[in-house]
């Protein structure tokens, strides 16, 4: 699995993805994680079939005993059904979780990890000398969903809001906006159900300090193009139930 | 039941390993670079570097070794701790399969469970011939690297010997020879500490 950092001073934030040796027919994601002083945070720890490659790639940064946080997004497979896994890897760490999904969550195994369930309009987190924010993104897209914000850093870890839809192995970061737009339009229209949530959230994001917009899938966006990305998703609809093609009278028999 | 970090299970042993050795990669990288300059440096000191050439070419090629060697410990090491991984999901599942056929009192039930339980005693059974396979593997690799590092370290005291015939060029190939020596037991060191954790976890 790749590694990078992609902001390495006070503290660092390691990017992990575009891994070579995923099984197939699974959506390739980014995995993020902040190493402060004391601890080591990871944010979307991804699927159970990531699990052996993200353990050894963190073990180049980190050691176990220094991993003391863990996050997950929302309840999505891909973010956290490894939780059973570093449920026996990490028994002492804590889940910063949305508060509605913990009895979901739990599904994935979770006996040893302390889960801390995050109430709906936020909470921060300090960890040595940094404080981070978990900020509200509700329904983009999951009804319980948030983002991580370091403003030291100035990144927004930014879960499902900025992925987009490509080939493995592609480039980190945005390099064209404009040739973007194609790659994510169709995920964000269909997997964000609601105008109004997407709207405030821009509007909440706006008023941040964010040099790069992290998602778990596809590329970062870095400097102009996080303002690129916040004006095209403001004037994106959202949530479009297309008559003819969602809603079509005709079913199709599957065998 | 949790991973107790004291004791802790196989595939973090093997994770572990992996990126431990991964520094050893580092540190060959850096012979394969001394090796290098120590060629350049011979080239302008001409005649009097002469008996150092052997040595120069002895580092570089021990230095691509190595290199070579460490690459394949990690994808040993990385593939025990991916093959162990699934072995404990199939035993977790078995534990839950013969749970649910000491709950059952129907015979159809029981045989359909009954082979359930046999494919995954199969697959359990090829998992842990798998890793030990692997691990095999491994610590025949280790061995390899380890010996590399015994001849490094006996090449690089001649080095000194060497450098003494060196002139003014003497400093540079002494610390060619230091480059050597201390990248061979930092790498050997790693090898041996490694080899021990693996020899004191039990894979169950």
């Known amino acids: 699995m790749k590694a990078t950092a992609i902001y390495d001073k006070s503290h660092r934030w390691i990017m992990f993805g575009r891994d070579p040796d995923k099984v197939g027919g699974i959506i390739d994601t980014n995995q993020y994680m902040i190493i402060t002083r004391n601890h080591a945070f990871i944010l979307d720890p991804g699927g159970i079939e990531l699990f052996s490659s993200m353990l050894a790639s963190i073990l180049h940064f980190v050691p176990l005993d220094k991993i003391t946080h863990l996050f997950a997004s929302h ?24 508060w509605m999904w913990e009895g979901f969550i739990r599904h994935f195994g979770c006996e040893n990890i302390h889960y801390v369930s995050l109430p709906d309009q936020g909470a921060t987190l300090r960890l040595d000398e940094v404080e981070f924010e978990f900020v509200p993104a509700h329904y983009l897209h999951s009804s319980g969903n948030f983002n991580v914000y370091d403003p030291q850093a100035r990144i927004l870890m930014s879960g499902d809001i900025g992925s987009a839809l490509e080939k493995d192995g592609s480039p980190l970061f945005v390099d064209n906006f404009k040739e973007h737009v194609s790659k994510m339009q169709l995920f964000h229209q269909r997997w964000m159900p609601s105008n109004t949530a997407k709207n405030a959230w821009v509007e909440r994001v706006r008023k941040l300090d964010v040099d790069i917009l992290a998602p778990q899938h596809g590329r970062l966006f870095q400097g102009d193009d996080v303002k690129r990305f916040l004006d095209w998703f403001e004037s ?8 003819g093609e969602y809603m079509s009278e005709k079913k199709i028999e599957l065998t | 039941m949790a991973a107790d970090l004291e004791n802790p299970d196989f595939y973090v042993v093997a994770a572990v390993a992996a990126a431990d050795l991964s520094a050893a990669l580092e540190v060959a990288e850096d ?43 990690n994808q040993e090491a990385l593939a025990i701790s991916r093959v162990s991984i699934r072995k404990m999901r199939s035993d977790t599942a078995w534990l839950r399969f013969e749970n649910v056929k000491k709950r059952v009192n129907n015979d159809t039930t029981s045989r359909s469970l009954e082979t359930v339980l046999e494919r995954v005693s199969l697959m359990i059974r090829e998992e842990h011939q798998l890793v030990e396979r692997h691990l095999r593997n491994l610590m025949a690799l280790l061995d390899e690297v380890e010996l590399r590092m015994r001849a490094v370290r006996s090449v690089a005291a001649s080095a000194r010997v060497e450098a ?41």
Not at chain 1, 76 to 98: E, F, H, R, V, Y
Not at chain 2, 31 to 54: K, M
């Open chain 1, 75 to 98: 309840q999505d497979p891909d973010i956290i059904s490894s939780l059973g896994l570093w449920d026996q890897t990490l028994p002492n760490a804590k889940l910063m979780a949305p």
């Open chain 1, 236 to 243: 994106l609809e959202v949530g479009l139930a297309k008559e």
């Open chain 2, 164 to 204: 003494i015939h060196t002139g003014d060029y003497r400093p540079h190939f002494e610390s060619v020879a230091e480059t050597m020596d201390n990248a061979a037991e930092i790498i050997r060191e790693r090898v041996l500490r490694n080899r021990r954790m693996f020899e004191q976890v039990e894979l169950r």
């Open chain 2, 31 to 73: 012979v394969s670079l001394a090796a290098a300059n120590a060629n350049a440096i011979g080239h302008r000191a001409g005649e009097a570097a002469r008996g150092f050439r052997p040595i120069t070419d002895f580092m570089d090629e021990v230095a691509r070794d190595t290199i070579r060697l460490v690459r394949d410990i």
